[in-house]
């Protein structure tokens, strides 16, 4: 039996593809590079917006109803039995905590029986698939130290697809982090929807001090981790980084808005300049920090004036990359309850303004390196253009140049172009007399 999987969403959920489609495999079934030679699709679906979940719903639409169709993730999470009174054919929803049962699943979707949801918030952190076998790639080692939310964020609809928090041991996150190095893995990447808030039960070890041990015991070039919460970062997390140079110098750090009194409306627990007070005393430490964030465009209430300091938040600190969107109510929240004044229109020109000005920056940030040399590591095979591959700098910048060298491996590139998105450069190869 053949089987393809779509991931919708963030690492998390591609992480869990990962394993999902391992323990397929272990079942004896075929992953199938397409859809049209699948007997199952699995659907690993996204909630945070509603744009997102309609986006999935007309995947699904496009299958014949032979096809076995289950949806996993935070939308069957959410909807759960509601999803089978959509308009499309869907056979199973698999909640985000219970992946782990998809063979049990299928043996009853092949049984004929009937339709069910299975949601129930009880994941454990047993080792469900050893890492290095649920990557398809051994370039990016995800690791996922801690899963749920606590924050309950006026917007967001993560507590109720994930679930509150629940924190790995650490003896469980260095035993894997040190296979997947011992596997070849060249960079390590730390999960978590609040990664920075991870901590030992009882006032144990908190988050630097895990990154310090990953630091000096993992044997990789880079660690990452993401995604960060601002409320949780500190100066002991500050200066762990700054001690260890295989933390790459690259913070994802959701702003959401610039304006302290619409970050309160959202629940947000930090201000404006409590934001800028932690990227500037992270630059001073580290001047080459790069950071990324997420901004929501549209919040309920935003004003000209609040959209206007978004936009100055983010001249100021010169983000190497975002990712924006406007604001989708969803179901649960608070602000789902909020009033929104805005019209559509208004809220289309303020985020087409802001990605304008974001390119701004991307573009003159990536124009200073013109001419110079930086390190890449390869990560893929360009999908376009034969013979070229796509890398990632330390700062996550996407690099494309054309080259032999293998998947995975670190290399020289000259800078010889840029754009707004990512950089063009030509692969500086080491004499063989070197």
Known sequence: ???????????????????????????????????????????????????AQEKIFSYIGQFPSAKKIIVAGCVAQVEKEALFKKKVKIDYAIGTHQFYR??????????????????AFNRQWQELVPAVQARSSRVSGYVSIMEGCDNFCSYCIVPFTRGREKYRPMAAILREAE????RG????????????????ANGGRTFPELLRQLARNVPVPWIR????YPGYHDRE????????RNIARHIHFPAQSGSTRILKKMNRTYSRAQYLKIVRAFQAAMPEMRFSSDFIVGFPGESDHDFNLTLSLIEQVEYESIFSFIYSPRPGTKAATYTRELAPGAVKQRLYALQELQARIQLKNNRRWLGKVIEVLITEKHPKKTGEVIGRSESYRVVNFASRTAIGAFTRVKVTAVGPHSLRGEEILKSADA
């Open 1 to 51: 039996m053949n089987f393809f999987i779509k991931t919708f969403g963030c690492q998390m959920n591609v992480n869990d593809s990962e394993k999902i489609r391992q323990l397929l495999e272990n079942k004896g079934l075929t992953l199938c590079s397409s859809e049209a030679a699948a007997d199952i699709i699995i659907v690993n679906s996204c909630a945070v917006r509603e744009k």
């Open 102 to 119: 998809i063979g049990e699943i299928l043996d009853k979707i092949v049984d004929g029986r009937r339709a069910e949801a299975a949601a």
């Open 179 to 182: 296979y997947l190095a011992g």
């Open 185 to 200: 893995f060249k960079e390590i990447v730390l999960l978590g929807q609040n990664v920075n808030h991870w901590h030992e």
């Open 225 to 228: 981790f993401i995604t960060s």
């Open 237 to 244: 997390l500050l200066q762990v980084m700054a001690a260890n």
